[in-house]
């Protein structure tokens, strides 16, 4: 008689993700898109020890020279001191229940500190209410010094838009709510839109991923895992997605703002996340941000947002890695026996890409295939690079 | 129904005075106002009932934009601020001005409200009341100071604030349905009778020293 099937199915999957896992980051370089699929893929990265392994590989971060703390200066004649301290005093429920006193005041200073160092690196952004709500989960997950990296990149990427002087580029990207909901489902969109609901009910949740909504935490570093992995704009499909997943009760409030702002402000804390993570994926590639673009500009114009510094990303990402220099070098020195391999090895890399993949679809359903695909765009060009 | 919108500078206190109304508590442990949110308190006056919809908006420079659709349609405006930081005294004059320029001249009733009244000795509070009252004259303010900590005048002010609105939406009734009985010249669900139409005219803006 076996017992419990489900969970030994379960145990199984678990222990063979965390092989892989293993077995990307021991690549040379990292396998990146493997790591991407794992945190898309149900359960995410498992373990805040494989976050801290992982989560700078999606952000292409080099860990290895660590910033020293700040010292007291950091602090003197700060704009946004006074600001950072008030929101972080107010933070004491992103922190675990139960946690002693003292070390929750050691990491609420950490939390300040790793805010106006990132501030203080990039004079372009502003801080925005919320903000300490994504640099808290890094701090939690990561540690003070390597959250400070993490953060400092995500800033200029994934928050870029939230921490302009002003919000209109964040209402930009509130505006491709509603036609991912239309798209989906018309009647809701018509009844939301004879509400005039608005979006704001979606702003803390887009520019804080959920972190100031949610009070799980385990909940909270899923999605974090599945954002990092994805195009900066996946947080408005899972809002979107969540929006959808309410139909019933939306539909059953009366058709006005209050109303149905109210009801859809109050997160549940219930929600079936992988479902909605595999379904956020699915609607990305049935209705990329490209297609969407023009319904949301109609809203506001077209400026500046996360789809162009996403671009920038990309860029970055295979301008910067910190082993190209070398692997450069390392080329035109490369004798013809050496080209000659590396060629070969091309296409079996390429299979072993293939084959991954096909092992997700089978776990996710054919969308989440697609979502990775949309990360392997950006993600393999060092490869390409590598075996020229 | 009536509408309320609280504005003021961050970490005056806005969410925790409609806290302490609201659900009577008193919590250090509240976050930070992202946006706009908003609380429904029900009344009964006069055998009435009678809602308040009060929207707590975030207390951040940069939220203003996104906040101030919000502001529209409102029958009372709260501006609060810290008895303990008279900057934010001074920066209620700009919300003030930015919560009625989304709604039609002397439609709303105005309250300046001072908070953290428990942080502060008695002389202290006296002396920032007394600059608190020539803002409020000149914002046309009634002025309270509360505490959500210990609770201190929180309930009476927001029963002002109910029975203010609650005279004005009746006011409005009235003039509305004064309205369809000239024009359509048929059935009101409220009686007219023994209402002057000059008290409306003379008394349209509440008067903030009746109670």
Known sequence: ???????????????????????????????????????????????????????????????????????????????????????????????????????????????????????????????????????????????????????????????????????????????????????????????????????????????????????????????????????????????????????????????????????????????PYETLISKAGDLFVQFPPSELSREAAQQHQSERTAVSTFKDFELASTQQRPDMVLRRRFRDSVRPEHAAKSVLTKPRTNKLVKLAVMGLTVALGAAALAVVKSALEWAPKFELQIFP | MAKVVMVGDLYVGKTSLINRFCKNVFDRDYKATIGVDFEIERFEILGIPFNLQIWDTAGQEKFKCIASAYYRGAQVIITAFDLGDLQTLEHTRHWLQDALKENEPDSCSVFLIGTKKDTLSEAECERTEQDALKYASEMNAEFWSVSAKTGEHVKDFFFRVAGLAFEQSMKKELEKSRHSTTQIGAGSLIQLEGNSPEKRENDFRPNINCC
């Open chain 1, 1 to 271: 008689m076996k017992a419990e099937p489900g969970k030994h199915g379960s145990d199984f999957r678990r222990r063979r993700k965390l092989a892989d896992i293993q077995k990307a980051l021991s690549k040379d370089p990292p396998d990146v898109s493997t790591l991407r699929r794992m945190a898309i893929s149900e359960g995410g990265l498992l373990t805040d020890e494989i976050r801290c392994q992982v989560w700078p590989k999606l952000l292409n971060v080099n860990t290895d020279e660590l910033p020293p703390p700040p010292g007291p200066e950091l602090r003197v004649n700060n704009k946004d001191y006074e600001q950072v301290l008030l929101d972080v005093r107010r933070s004491l429920r992103r922190f675990p229940p139960g946690m002693p006193l003292k070390e929750r005041e050691d990491l609420q200073e950490q939390l300040i500190d790793i805010i106006l160092q990132v501030l203080a690196r990039n004079t372009q952004l502003h801080y925005y209410q919320g903000y300490h709500d994504i640099v808290v989960t890094f701090l939690l997950v990561v540690g003070g010094p390597l959250a400070t990296l993490l953060v400092d990149k995500l800033s200029t990427h994934h928050l870029r838009d939230f921490m302009d002087p002003s919000m209109d580029n964040t209402k930009h990207i509130l505006n491709y709510l509603m036609p991912i909901i239309e798209l989906v489902n018309p009647v809701l969109h018509d009844f939301m839109q004879r509400a005039e609901v608005g979006t704001i009910f979606a702003l803390s949740w887009l520019i804080t991923w959920f972190g100031h909504v949610l009070s799980d935490f385990r909940h909270v570093v899923r999605l974090y895992d599945f954002f990092l992995a994805c195009h900066p704009l996946m947080p408005i499909y899972f809002a979107a997605v969540i929006v959808l997943h309410r139909e019933e009760e939306v539909l059953e409030c009366e058709c006005e703002m209050a109303s149905v702002h109210h009801l859809l402000s109050q997160i549940p804390q219930d929600l």
